[in-house]
């Protein structure tokens, strides 16, 4: 079994910065594409950025510039480091992760709990 716990939301002023990570832990073997995704009440949720093991990322367009992917392959561990944050920014946000699993081909998807930025102006 495989558990996502992100971490490192909060509340912030609009300008300022927030550092989002994700760990994933129990039978992982490795991981493939890292994903953060984001909810705001009403909204469906979208794909804000994604990394994949060989480190290529993309990023939704109103982050780019703004916000940055990376991972830790070694720990399991993805973030999320958000500057200079909008108030167009507040959501849930949550991890995913594609992870092959020790002993298992091929790989399956896993989310995490979401985690709350607010982003006051």
């Known amino acids: 079994q495989v558990q996502l716990v992100a971490s490192g939301g909060g509340l912030v002023q609009a300008g300022g910065s927030l550092d989002l990570s994700c760990a994933a832990s129990g039978s992982v073997l490795r991981v493939y594409t890292w994903g953060w995704y984001r909810q705001a009440p009403g909204q469906q949720r979208e794909l804000v950025a994604q990394i994949t093991r060989g480190l290529v990322s993309n990023y939704q367009d109103s982050v780019k510039g703004r916000f940055t992917i990376s991972r830790d392959n070694v720990m399991h561990i993805a973030y999320l480091h958000m500057n200079s944050l909008k108030p167009e920014d507040t959501a849930l946000y949550y991890c995913?992760?594609?992870?092959?699993?020790?002993?298992?081909?091929?790989?399956?998807?896993?989310w995490g709990q979401g985690t709350q930025v607010t982003v006051s102006s």
């Open positions: 995913s992760a594609e992870v092959q699993e020790i002993g298992r081909e091929g790989y399956r998807t896993y």
